[in-house]
């Protein structure tokens, strides 16, 4: 996102949150939709099961 210089109005991840996040919190809203038990450092996330 930041490569591109876009500025979104939303993010949404579809993740196992087992890999690297981004090291800051982005100032544009971040959904997580996880499947699996792992956190996420900031925003909001969903539990998919």
Known sequence: IAEQDLSP???VYFTDAE???P???PHYPVIWLVKGKHKT???QRIQLN
Do not use: K, S, Y
Request: glycine share 16%; aromatic share 16%; charged share 15%.
């Open 19 to 21: 890999g690297a996040f």
């Open 41 to 43: 450092p900031w925003g």
């Open 9 to 11: 109005d939303l993010v």
């Open 23 to 25: 090291p800051h919190e």
